[in-house]
């Protein structure tokens, strides 16, 4: 049980922690900063919760998100139904929406940091998301990440269509390709990069060559077994049985290779 349900808590509160118990969240805590209220049994958040700046409302059965949440900058909502986050929520810096029907993040959420939307209905990124440092975009629709997201440090896609990583992320130090179901190329230039991968993986055209129709990209090597992860490119090994091109191969034999 929490102040809620007992009905003790003073309406000049900062910040509430609400318990499964809770139903309904009081509209008159107007001074409200930080509202915990995953897992609860609240089906929304009151519009005159004006001064929120950090909300987690989480495994709840709310569907949709005030307007009036402008001040907010930190935002969970994992595992709800919520379809939509407002254009106005500018102060946004970072989002947790994965396993949600979200299926778009508004362009004017230009101050957003981090974008954690793995397993949610998200089919495409603002390029406007200039600052954005970290996006996990597991399992997503997403099939392009825009050049424009200069800030990027940590990209996980694994299990996407995504098929390129921009020349343009200067700042990129890790990525996650698990599992991906199409071809990936990365760009030559990345050089101080981790590389999570599984059972395909890239490799820096300073030890293997480039595909011959494409010198800004590196090429796609098939493994026949896993190996460790965390490789960093400088440091991979040729030690493991790989399959590699070498000639004139075309990305069509490329595929080939790949699917036999």
Not at 51 to 65: G, M
Not at 81 to 98: A, D, F, M, V, W
Not at 235 to 255: D, E
């Amino acid at each position: 049980m929490c102040v809620i349900c007992h009905n003790n808590y003073d309406i000049k509160i900062r910040i509430l922690n609400c318990c499964q118990n809770v139903i309904e969240i009081p509209k008159t805590l107007t001074k409200l900063k930080v509202l915990r209220c995953a897992y609860s049994r609240i089906i929304k958040i009151p519009k005159e919760l004006k001064n929120l700046v950090a909300l987690d409302c989480s495994s709840t059965l709310i569907k949709k998100l005030p307007n009036t949440l402008t001040k907010l900058k930190e935002l969970k909502c994992v595992a709800t139904n919520i379809k939509y986050i407002p254009k106005t929520l500018k102060n946004l810096r970072s989002i947790e929406c994965y396993h949600t029907n979200i299926q778009k993040i508004p362009d004017t959420l230009t101050k957003l940091i981090v974008l954690r939307c793995y397993g949610s209905s998200i089919t495409a990124i603002p390029d406007t998301l200039t600052k954005l440092e970290i996006l996990w975009a597991v399992g997503t629709l997403i099939t392009h990440i825009p050049e424009t997201l200069i800030s990027l440090t940590q990209l996980d896609i694994d299990r996407t269509k995504i098929s390129y990583i921009p020349n343009t992320f200067k700042e990129l130090r890790n990525l996650c390709c698990d599992d991906m179901s199409t071809f990936l190329y990365v760009p030559d230039n990345y050089k101080n990069i981790i590389i999570h991968c599984n059972e395909r993986t890239l490799f820096s055209s300073k030890t293997y060559r480039q595909e011959p129709n494409n010198k800004n990209y590196l090429i796609f090597v098939k493994c026949q077994k896993k190996y460790q992860l965390k490789h960093r490119l400088k440091k991979i090994s040729v030690a493991y049985n790989a399959m590699y091109l070498i000639g004139n191969t075309t990305k069509n034999q490329l595929k080939k290779l790949f699917y036999k």
